[in-house]
């Protein structure tokens, strides 16, 4: 009886023992390996000058965009992704055109050379500094396939911005998927119809598609999440399921705003969200809002070992056409068919930019962030060396009329602000 007693004895030491092991080592393991610190980006100093350039641009970009937006649409930009796309096309304009794309995009003081090498250098870090983050950076040209461009143009942007540059026939039917299947492969297919149609005056796209999936430092608890009200700023409530954590975030409280920033993967990469103070008007702090303000808001912000959380999911895309915004912030001559000088794609054609396409979607949820933006550039040729042609296309409102051609009798007259089908 003795006996089997030992035995029983010596065999739950034999369990317990490696077991208690197992568990001390995996102590002594997180101990030794505390999770990694955000690897640093050693900007030069043309680095330092060209990145707050753009958040000057974008900024600004941002307010203009949501000055012409009605007070309740969801907004997102990526100035990334529009510098990155018109970077690649600075690098075919010239004379006053040139320096008109410089001034808006506040790179006046950088060389070509200087602009292209810290893109490049910034692409290359933005894509590899957090192996726990996927951001993706993709940049494409397709050119109309009996248009000629410059050689230098083509070999700057494949080599400073890894640019895919294709020829295509742009009258092909199948053209518009072609391009739109190359950008919802470099989103993941978060944005796959950009592009609608081709226009017969069109030579170029220069595309920029950022890809970003972050995964929270800190992740939210699915179990936590419960309904609760979110005030609307007509002063009514709507109930959304609202995420909530207690971790140690940085923190900011000024005279302007509440902020709190939350980290992705090994803290590269962070959201930061503001919220107006008490008496302040989101309209206030946007108002208040500029580069200064910004990087001054930054550096306000502080390790506080305890912040409660309460963050709504969401979820939504946005569209917009740049022109107007590019426009009132001085690059009006890169759109003007009469003075727009992009000699530097082809020196024997008048080219100009027509249009600006940026769209973006994000969704924000216990695990983390997804968010995609993408950039359209069309460059279209407006006269010299081609045929003679007129395009007319019917892809905004419009009005009719049936009339009898002899007594010039109007039978119908209408306005089509939305093409229905009947159906």
């Known amino acids: 009886m003795k006996s089997n007693k030992k035995r029983a004895i010596m065999k739950i030491k034999k369990i317990i023992i490696p077991a208690l092991l197992i568990l001390f080592l995996g102590y002594s393991c997180e101990e030794n390996n505390p999770e990694p610190d955000p690897n640093e980006i050693e900007l030069t100093q043309k680095g330092k000058v060209l990145v707050e350039a753009d958040n000057l641009f974008g900024i600004k970009l941002f307010k203009e965009v949501l ?61 590899s500094v957090d192996p726990k983050v996927l951001m993706s950076i993709a940049n494409s040209i397709w050119y109309k396939h009996t248009f000629p461009v410059e050689q230098d143009f083509i070999d700057v942007n494949q080599n400073y911005y890894y640019a895919e540059v294709l020829p295509l026939d742009f009258g092909d039917p199948g053209a518009v998927n072609i391009i739109n299947n190359w950008i919802a492969n470099k989103t993941n297919d978060l944005i796959t119809e950009v592009l609608d149609f081709i226009p017969p005056d069109a030579v170029m796209y220069l595309i920029n598609a950022i890809y970003f999936k972050g995964i929270w430092k800190f992740e939210f608890d699915e179990a936590e999440t419960e309904e609760e009200p979110f005030y609307l700023s007509d002063e009514t409530t709507k109930d959304v399921p609202m995420m909530v954590q207690e971790e140690s975030f940085n923190y900011l409280s000024n005279d302007w705003v509440q902020a709190v920033e939350m980290p992705y993967g090994q803290g590269n990469y962070s959201m930061i969200v503001l919220l107006p103070q008490t008496g302040k008007t989101l309209d206030e702090v946007i108002d208040a809002l500029s580069n200064e303000t910004w990087n001054n808001w930054l550096g306000d912000f502080h390790k506080e070992e305890k912040v409660v959380i309460h963050l709504p999911r969401f979820k939504f895309e946005y569209e917009n056409l740049l022109k107007e ?34 769209k973006s979607f994000i969704e924000v949820n216990e695990e983390g962030t997804e968010a995609a933006a993408v950039t359209v550039v069309e ?6 060396g081609g045929e003679t042609f007129i395009s007319f296309h019917v892809n905004q409102p419009f009005l009719f009329a049936i009339r009898e051609k002899y007594t010039n009798t109007i039978i119908f007259i209408g306005r089509v602000m939305e093409p229905m089908d009947g159906e």
């Open 67 to 127: 000055q012409a937006e009605e007070p309740e649409t969801n907004v997102m930009i990526s100035p990334l992704s529009v510098s990155l796309a018109l970077a690649m096309t600075y690098n075919g304009a010239d004379g006053d055109t040139k320096a008109a794309m410089e001034e808006t995009l506040g790179l006046a003081g950088l060389t070509t050379d200087q602009i292209n090498k810290n893109y490049k250098f910034l692409i290359d870090a933005l894509s």
């Open 379 to 384: 460059i279209i040729e407006t006269s010299a």
């Open 325 to 358: 915004e590019l426009i009132s912030m001085g690059m009006g001559i890169a759109f003007d068919p009469g003075y727009a000088d992009f000699s530097k794609i082809n020196p024997n054609r008048q080219l100009c930019i027509s249009r600006v396409i940026h």
